[in-house]
């Protein structure tokens, strides 16, 4: 490299460039889509505040969360850990402390800045809501840098980084919130929020030199009673009952806290907007469908740390020696990693189950979504608006799980092409499901859309049982899963399809719905393939 600067900008491009290309297609797109809808006044209408929500906001925070995950690289390691968590490979650079801490920062408030000022003036049309200027861009930058800094910083107690992170940066989206509610002018925002990512660097330069000298405080043995239960706890576990067992352990020492960790950072943002959505049922309902959606669309970016093979100290996708010599089969270190992807789904779904009554109750947003309640009642009855809302309350609990999990035969080959185009696939959904979405609906194609649903369905569903069947036969062949894994995996495959069938049967009981729609979707729903292809995938890994 030339200079540090281009060390460290291409960290982010080589990890990240896939990611960078979905963004800019996706400023492309929507900038292309606004030249149509200006000069032939196409059906798209974004007078509504759901609309604007659906075609701008919903790219806009997939585009942010991904960012906070890039120029932090909070992905690498455990959020509940002590220890700073930026990467400690860079540390060996030939830089000042300076360097290493402002370079990040400064790539990461440039991108917040240009992807603000981008988004407002391709992305956005006329319509009714008024949108600031620029003050939304130093929103975003400050709070990229406080996350910068504030995860960074090497804590004297586990699991303090996540509080200190939702206290301080919650904090700063309160005010922002106000701001919105009272009015505030362009200038006072400004003056607010543009000091804050100075004081950000100057907290993110010391964080970084603490890591960087391995300065670690700990502050465990300060409390009595704490540290005899936790001496007692590690004396139960210091002998493992198996080698698998150990692994389990050590991918959620390793992982386990990243997925809690960023929902716990996130949430705060969304919860708040629900004081901001007044008397709006429909916008109290969009924000709610976006915090159940958080836990699976954080989980698809947290997904690489979990299939992560290798070692966060490398820059290689590879398999290191300290896991392909472990004694255990594929099958037992991707049944670890299962293991750790469920309880780490269970820990994130607390956060969210235990936060947004509060928050619908302090808000008095409450009151709006018990009258729907009543209103779903009485139109289905107790008894099946009841298993509605548990199903889709199970739908995106399991949803989480599956996006934890189902990108496991792709982290585990090890190659970066595949791993970072998995990643561009998922931003580019989020990127346009949103105006794809509003224009199906604004356009009135929504009846052909749903008429092509069953074929695209069936479609889908028979390119899944091929790739299964594919997968099985191989990995009978290579003797990878037992025979008896494979037949109770298979049953227990085949008993959740029809018991999700069946409940859908159940709930969905109209004419207009045909029951081998359902039983696609039950197909689909289920993993079978990708799950399936993991411990093949660690196996052509393990020995290249």
Known sequence: MRSPAAAVAWEFRQRHRLGLIALIAYLVVVATIKLVVLAHALPINLDSPESFAFVVMLPLVATFTYSLAVFTFGLDGNLAARQSMYPARLFTLPVTTAVLSGLPMLYGTASMMILWLATRMLALWPSGIQV???????????????????????????????????????????????????????????????????????????????????????????????????????????????????????????????????????????????????????????ILAVVLLTSPFVATFAAAAVSD???????????????????????????????????????????????LPLALKLSGTSVLVLDRWHRLR??????????????????????????????????????????????????????????FAEWIIDSGHLGEAWSALPLIFAVLAGIKMIAAVWIGVRVYDRRLVSDRALVTGAALWSVAVFALYSVLVWLLDTPHIPHYLLMLVAILAIPLARLSAAPLALDWNRHR
Not at 196 to 208: D, G, H, K, N, P
Not at 334 to 343: E, F
Not at 390 to 398: E, K, N, S, T, Y
């Open 132 to 286: 600031p200027s620029i003050w939304p861009a130093f929103l975003a930058a400050s709070l990229l840098a406080w996350t910068q800094a504030l995860t960074w910083m090497p804590y004297p107690l586990p699991g303090l980084r996540i509080i200190v992170a939702v206290l301080w940066l919650g904090t700063i989206d309160t005010i922002a919130i106000l701001a919105l509610h009272f009015n505030a002018h362009e200038s006072l925002m400004l003056g607010i929020l543009a000091p804050q990512i100075s004081l950000a660097y100057l907290a993110a330069r010391f964080a970084v030199a603490r890591a960087r000298r391995g300065d670690v405080p700990d502050w465990r043995g300060a409390f009595g009673s704490l540290a005899e239960i936790a001496e007692v706890s590690s004396r139960r576990r210091r002998h493992f009952a198996s080698p698998a067992s150990a692994q389990a352990w050590f991918e959620w020492r390793r992982y386990g806290g990243s997925l809690p960790g960023w929902v716990a950072i996130l949430l705060p943002f969304e919860l708040l907007l629900f004081w901001a959505a007044g008397d709006s049922t429909s916008l109290v309902f969009t």
């Open 378 to 435: 009485d139109i289905m009855g107790t008894p099946r608006a009841t298993v509605l809302l548990l199903l889709i309350l199970a739908g995106c609990i399991a949803s989480t799980w599956k996006q934890l999990v189902q990108s496991l035969y792709i982290g585990l080959t090890g190659r970066a092409s595949l791993i970072q185009g998995s990643v561009l696939l998922v931003l580019a959904f989020f990127f346009l499901f949103g105006p």
């Open 309 to 355: 093979s290798g070692s966060s100290a490398s820059d290689s996708y590879g398999m290191t020696p300290f896991i392909a010599t472990r004694p255990l089969t594929n099958a037992e270190l991707v049944t670890a990693k299962l293991k750790m992807a469920i309880r780490s789904t269970i820990v994130a779904w607390l956060v969210v189950l235990i936060t």
